[in-house]
């Protein structure tokens, strides 16, 4: 039976979701999530990467299991692509284009715009209605418009027990539309994102197209397995698979200190950040006290 899609830490740092953005771009809400710093760039911290990973791949996995509907987000250049041809392998939804306001809570509207494009492309089909050119090029430009930013949705008959975004920041409104519907969102955090909303984070770079492919494959996957075990039945079998990878997980976890450490990584602790300050302060202090006396 199927059950969450393997990976190693070595995957992770293979595809660079360590890495996360400049400190200066940092979200101080993203602290428990970062492990330190190299050349002024913040280290994501795979220990937590990888129990978090285990949960939303579970959780994407349960929907599949329950045939439910999981919609796809990511509308940034770099994982625009890979976004659509994921929920294609997988036979869900995705939006890689644009958000359109109110496209999950006036899902009555887009329903009305998704009718409009399947009656243009009908109408160009239908060989009896007369059109000359210039008229079939201008339907075919309001299909190219609609396509575009409903066509991965057209066919989804209804909100999505299920919403896997990359890139929050980008996503905003998609993360609050959900959080609306109380539609659980699964969405991969990177060192300048923000955890509010998100009920199944995975820090990682959401940047790297590497990365990208990485957690669209290991969900796709996900979802395939959920399906596979609903035709197939045996679902206790498949739990226990899946709490044998947990267990794996948790010990792959614990390797990542020394992969990050092995990476030339400059770890900050509370309390090294507060010796340093402090000293910090006193040399200030001394240094006031100097000109003073001069």
Not at 258 to 271: C, F, I, L, P, Y
Request: glycine share 8%; hydrophobic share 40%.
């Amino acid at each position: 039976m199927s059950a969450i899609p393997k990976f190693t830490m070595k995957d992770l740092l293979d595809a660079g979701v360590h890495y996360g953005h400049k400190t200066m771009r940092w979200n101080p809400a993203m602290a428990p999530y970062i492990y330190g710093e190299k050349n002024n760039i913040h280290i994501i911290n795979l220990q937590t990467t990888v129990p978090l990973m285990h949960r939303a791949l579970k959780a994407i996995r349960e929907v599949g299991e329950k045939n439910g509907r999981i919609l796809f987000v990511g509308t940034k250049r770099q994982a625009s692509d890979i976004v659509a041809e994921t929920a294609k392998s997988c036979g869900q939804y995705y939006v890689n284009h644009r958000w359109l306001g109110g496209m999950l809570t006036n899902w009555n509207t887009v329903s009305k715009s998704i009718k409009t494009l399947s009656d243009y492309q009908d109408l160009l089909k239908n060989d009896d209605v007369a059109l000359n050119k210039k008229e079939r090029l201008q339907i075919q430009r309001k299909i190219d418009k609609l396509e575009a930013t409903l066509g991965g949705i057209k066919n989804m008959a209804g909100t999505p027990d299920l919403i896997f975004i990359i890139d929050t920041n980008k996503e905003h409104i998609a993360v609050k539309e959900a959080n609306q519907l109380g539609i659980p969102v699964v969405a991969v955090l990177d060192t300048n994102s923000s955890p509010e909303g998100v009920d199944l984070p995975i820090p990682g770079n959401d940047d790297a197209m590497r990365s990208i492919q990485l957690y669209c494959d290991l969900a796709a996957q996900a979802v395939l397995g959920g399906m596979q075990t609903a035709l197939g039945g045996g679902k206790a079998a498949n739990d226990d698979a899946v709490a044998a990878q947990e267990k794996a997980a948790a010990e792959e976890a614990a390797k990542a200190e020394e992969a990050a450490k092995d990476d030339g990584v400059k770890v900050e602790t509370k309390k090294t950040r507060t010796v340093k300050k402090d000293a910090e302060k006193a040399q200030d202090a001394k240094d006031n006290k100097e000109a003073s006396a001069a």
